[in-house]
T-cell receptor, first 114, second 112 residues
Framework: AQSVSQHNHHVILSEAASLELGCNYSYGGTVNLFWYVQYPGQHLQLLLK??????LVKGIKGFEAEFIKSKFSFNLRKPSVQWSDTAEYFC????????????FGQGTELSVKP | KAGVTQTPRYLIKTRGQQVTLSCSPISGHRSVSWYQQTPGQGLQFLFE???????NKGNFPGRFSGRQFSNSRSEMNVSTLELGDSALYLC???????????FGNGTRLTVT
């Protein structure tokens, strides 16, 4: 079955702390990988994507993610979070032959305390 | 460039009624997808259209249908509404088949 699992439902950090959000997927085929972010009251925005090549990808606002194919993982990291990073984060996969069909994880709510 | 535009933003309907939601993709984008977001089930794929053809369909009953027009605008229809259809319905567009999706703000549907 195709699925995406995010390890944490709710993460609470203080400003300047480091962040790592776990994401594992199950998919029988080649995938493209994404992290989306949803700030309070705003629409889903693309944070970063992996299609091929260097498994370490950099996104907006200092976020990065590493694709580890052998572990079916695509974890999101940020060395130092800010209060403005408070949002819900979604990991998603798309089969390369499945245009438009994203399979999302359940989301991780990140709360950053000033 | 204008983003993905969804109308209306909010809808309140009664059980048994039907509803039509509208989505205008980013100019030049030919792929339009629809998603349902609920607290319990999260984000779930409904269907995807490209050049007026449905290419992909999620695991939803036939009460959920959609279409895409020649200008790439899309509509989603839900017939015989049930209480469980209350959700945020998101539309997303992309330039080509596997490019990242750009999401709209959604239509909040409440079924009473």
């Amino acid at each position: 079955a195709q699925s995406v699992s995010q390890h944490n439902h709710h993460v609470i950090l203080s400003e300047a702390a480091s962040l790592e959000l776990g994401c594992n997927y199950s998919y029988g085929g080649t995938v493209n990988l994404f992290w989306y972010v949803q700030y309070p009251g705003q629409h889903l925005q693309l944070l970063l994507k992996y299609f091929s090549g260097d498994p370490l990808v950099k996104g907006i606002k200092g976020f990065e993610a590493e694709f580890i194919k052998s572990k079916f993982s695509f974890n999101l990291r940020k060395p130092s979070v800010q209060w403005s990073d408070t949002a819900e984060y979604f990991c998603a996969v798309m089969g390369v032959d499945q245009g438009g069909k994203l399979i999302f994880g359940q989301g991780t709510e990140l709360s950053v305390k000033p | 460039k204008a983003g993905v535009t969804q109308t209306p933003r909010y809808l309140i309907k009664t059980r048994g009624q039907q509803v039509t939601l509208s989505c205008s993709p980013i100019s030049g984008h030919r792929s339009v997808s629809w998603y349902q977001q609920t607290p319990g089930q999260g984000l779930q794929f409904l269907f995807e259209y490209f050049s007026e053809t449905q290419r992909n369909k999620g695991n939803f009953p036939g009460r959920f249908s959609g279409r895409q027009f020649s200008n790439s605008r899309s509509e989603m229809n839900v017939s015989t509404l049930e209480l469980g259809d209350s959700a945020l319905y998101l539309c997303a567009s992309s330039l080509t088949k596997v490019q990242p999706l750009h999401f709209g703000n959604g239509t909040r549907l409440t079924v009473t």
